[in-house]
């Protein structure tokens, strides 16, 4: 059963933008730590950027001031709105809801920045 559907990949040019979603359940969404996550080819999975249920923010230094990290409690879904996209941030994106208790991932989405 899929806890985490994600949308909103796909190629840019560099400078372009791009919204990723990430819809989970309500109780998913409203307990957990949501986080987007990335693995670019012969690297390492690595953290993007966080947002906890009270809305407190983390961002990889590579990513601050370029993307944005928020949520919809309405429609229990995680944005990443990524602007002034460069090609080093091509990798394929994973949503994560995390607590003490589980950690899911969702399926992946691509995300190409060509230059």
């Known amino acids: 059963q899929a806890q985490l559907v994600e949308s909103g990949g796909g190629l840019v040019q560099a400078g372009g933008s791009l919204r990723l979603s990430c819809a989970a359940s309500?109780?998913?969404?409203?307990?957990?730590?949501m986080g987007w996550y990335r693995q670019a080819p012969g690297k390492q999975r690595e953290l993007v950027a966080t947002i906890t249920s009270g809305g407190r923010t983390n961002y990889a230094d590579s990513v601050k001031g370029r993307f944005t990290i928020s949520g919809d409690s309405a429609k229990n879904t995680v944005y990443l709105q990524m602007n002034s996209l460069k090609p080093e941030d091509t990798a394929v994106y994973y949503c994560n809801a995390h607590t003490v208790s589980y950690d899911y991932w969702g399926q992946g989405t691509q995300v190409t920045v060509s230059s």
């Open positions: 309500r109780t998913v969404f409203r307990f957990s730590v």
